[in-house]
């Protein structure tokens, strides 16, 4: 396994997550998610960040940081304590000369007496042999000689990880994982210095981040993206000031060259410039999720954000969640591309868009004209997993 390995991250399963009862996301390179408020876009998301969380710190201070198991497990599942909360991820791992690797890496966790739940957690390969399997305090690995004791309250993968390069890989990829909810009031702060070159979940040390990448090309491609959204923008970087980042930006105008600061500019702009940042950070992330990126963006310059997540497909999977007629009108935003969150009974559900109205996508009857006019049909049933939440399937997104 000492070859370099390309990983696209192929879904994201839900049990019992707030108002998610059985769901699974089906991600395609860019991929597009609508839904009306409190359907359950910002769980989605939430779940992504717990799941990163979980493997890059611990679960037990991601669940403590969200109020405990029981807020975030679906209330109509009661006071069942036999009912589970669960989380997984399918991935596809190509390796050089080889038959790609599918991988389904995941936990459950049940409430039980006298403790505050028992994890399930599993790894499981198509390759053989592959993968683990832990419940409880029993661990078992088919071909590996690890014979770790569990952890109480928390995950082994993070333990165990780089005892396999397979798993390592894994590991890094879920660690690589970034949900974002931008918040352009944060990112105008001039915040301490930081030393992390990972772009926070509001975006508050943004400062920090482009400072790591300044003068690269990942660099002007941002500023030559912000200019075509913010008129006259030709520059942006960072400065240090009394042990504070403060972010700088310089418009032209008339000939002359005017400086600016965070706050002489608008939320539109920063907010862009926050997307941007996202999506050429370093090291790149395993899979983006951006919510309602045209927030305080002027529906004309939507369309550039869009092309620079399209052009980041290489680099990683993207998810973008709108409800913005402008913006899910571009020509990337196909029928195979989008998928449609509604709230019912509550319970939060995943639909595709049926085929007839996939067919119907066009230059005229875009997805954002068929949101408009109420025309937006989605498939009959919800995208679920069979049975076992943790099971590797044959199903591809």
């Not at 997307?275 to 045209?294: F, G, H, I, K, N």
Request: proline letters at 5%; aromatic letters at 4%; a negative charge.
């Amino acid at each position: 396994m000492a070859e370099r390995m390309a990983v696209t991250v192929e879904e994201i399963r839900l049990r019992n997550f707030r108002a998610f009862e059985n769901a699974r996301l089906r991600l395609s390179d860019l991929t597009f998610l609508v839904g009306r408020n409190g359907a359950g876009k910002s769980s989605l998301l939430d779940a992504i960040a717990l799941l990163q969380e979980a493997v890059s710190d611990s679960l037990e201070n991601a669940l403590d940081r969200r109020g405990g198991l029981s807020s975030v497990r679906r209330m109509s599942a009661g006071g069942d304590l036999e009912v589970p909360l669960g989380l997984a991820l399918t991935m596809s791992i190509a390796l050089p000369r080889r038959e790609p690797v599918r991988v389904v890496y995941g936990f459950e966790l049940v409430r039980v007496a006298n403790a505050p739940y028992r994890i399930v957690e599993r790894l499981a390969t198509s390759a053989t042999p592959g993968g683990f399997e832990r419940t409880g305090r029993d661990f078992h690995a088919p071909g590996n000689r690890l014979d770790p004791v569990p952890p109480d309250g928390n995950l082994m993968l993070p333990l165990i990880g780089r005892s396999d390069s397979l798993w390592g890989q894994i590991l890094d990829t879920i660690r690589g994982l970034r949900a974002y909810t931008l918040s352009p009031a944060h990112m105008a702060e001039a915040r301490e210095i930081g030393e992390r070159t990972t772009l926070a979940r509001d975006g508050s040390n943004l400062g920090d981040v482009l400072k790591s990448i300044e003068g690269s090309a990942d660099h002007d491609w941002i500023v030559t993206r912000l200019g075509a959204i913010t008129d006259g923008i030709v520059e942006v970087g960072a400065e240090a000031l009394l042990g504070r980042r403060m972010l700088r930006f310089v418009q032209r105008s008339a000939g002359a060259e005017i400086k600016l600061d965070a706050s002489q500019v608008s939320q539109g702009t920063l907010r862009a410039l926050g997307v941007l940042v996202a999506l050429r950070q370093r090291p790149p992330p395993s899979l983006l999720l951006v919510d309602e990126v045209e927030n305080s963006v002027h529906p004309g310059a939507l369309a550039v954000l869009v092309d620079a997540a399209l052009a980041s497909c290489d680099r990683m999977r993207v998810v973008l969640t709108s409800h913005s007629p402008e913006l899910l009108s571009h020509p990337a935003v196909t029928g195979e591309r989008v998928r449609v969150i509604e709230w019912q009974d509550g319970t939060s559900r995943i639909y595709c868009l049926n085929p007839e109205t996939q067919a119907a996508v066009n230059e005229i009857d875009t997805v954002g004209w068929m949101l408009s006019s109420n025309a937006l049909w989605t498939s009959r049933e919800p995208e679920t997993f069979s049975g076992d939440l943790l099971a590797l399937d044959d199903a591809r997104p």
